[in-house]
């Protein structure tokens, strides 16, 4: 067990909705970051916030957005969602930024229909 | 751009015996750090082994070790005495220093036959 948490586990939902995953960071972590795996693919990074600020910016949709809260839980929000949304969604968390190890968490499955 | 690449989509090994996975990496930078990333069927991303690009020993955690060829951009993992708890999915990955994002390859599938 990494110390980051991720709700929820699994999410079901059709095309054009949106949706809010959330990430707890390890205790004392400031730092959390978004990637995304597609089926059989490496993680993609998405965005980065550190102390309720963004931090660094990948890949990530318009469509996409995050933020990180005053507590240091971070939520990614996915709107007008496509088939190819689909993804394992992982957070991860470091005790600041350039800390050289990221724990992550369990992922959260995204299954758009 | 900086890019990973893991040319081995699958590997094989007997339960006992020694396997490589290979990585090479495209970069410009002279300071950052490598790792390879251990995904289990439930997903959790584990930590295995980090190398410092500075440092020119190369890592060992027990019975994992790297073979890092800064030169030839090369960071290869070998699992010695495999056991049937390493199958799994494998990912290189990249970070400058000073700077936190993780750029990861396509990853390798490790299955360890008894």
């Known amino acids: 067990d990494s110390g980051v948490t991720q709700t929820p586990k699994h999410l079901i939902t059709a095309t054009g909705q949106r949706v809010t995953l959330r990430c707890s960071p390890r205790?004392?972590?400031?730092?959390v970051y978004w990637y995304q795996q597609s089926l059989d693919q490496g993680l993609q990074f998405l965005i980065q916030?550190?102390?309720?600020?963004?931090?660094a910016k990948g890949n990530i949709l318009e469509r996409f957005s995050a933020q990180q809260f005053p507590d240091l839980h971070s939520e990614l929000n996915l709107s007008s969602l496509e088939l190819g949304d689909s993804a394992l969604y992982f957070c991860?968390?470091?005790?600041?930024?350039?800390?050289?190890?990221?724990?992550f968490g369990p992922g959260t499955r995204l299954t758009v229909l | 751009a900086q890019t990973v690449t893991q040319s081995q989509p699958e590997m094989s090994v007997q339960e006992a015996e020694t396997v490589t996975l290979s990585c090479t990496y495209d970069?410009?930078?002279?300071?950052?750090?490598l790792f390879w990333y251990k995904q289990p069927p439930s997903r959790q991303m584990i930590l295995v082994i980090r190398?410092?690009?500075?440092?020119?020993q190369n890592a060992t955690e027990n019975r994992f070790s790297v073979n890092f060829q800064k030169a030839a951009k090369s960071f290869s993992l070998k699992i010695s005495d495999s056991q049937l708890g390493d199958a799994a999915m494998y990912f290189c990955?990249?970070?400058?220093?000073?700077?936190?994002?993780?750029?990861f390859g396509t990853g390798t599938r490790l299955q360890v036959f008894p």
């Open positions: 991860a968390s470091s005790a600041v930024p350039g800390y050289n190890e990221q724990f």
């Open positions: 205790s004392g972590d400031l730092s």
């Open positions: 916030y550190y102390n309720g600020e963004e931090r």
């Open positions: 970069t410009s930078e002279s300071d950052y750090y």
């Open positions: 190398q410092e690009a500075y440092k020119q």
């Open positions: 990955a990249y970070r400058i220093l000073n700077t936190d994002k993780l750029i």
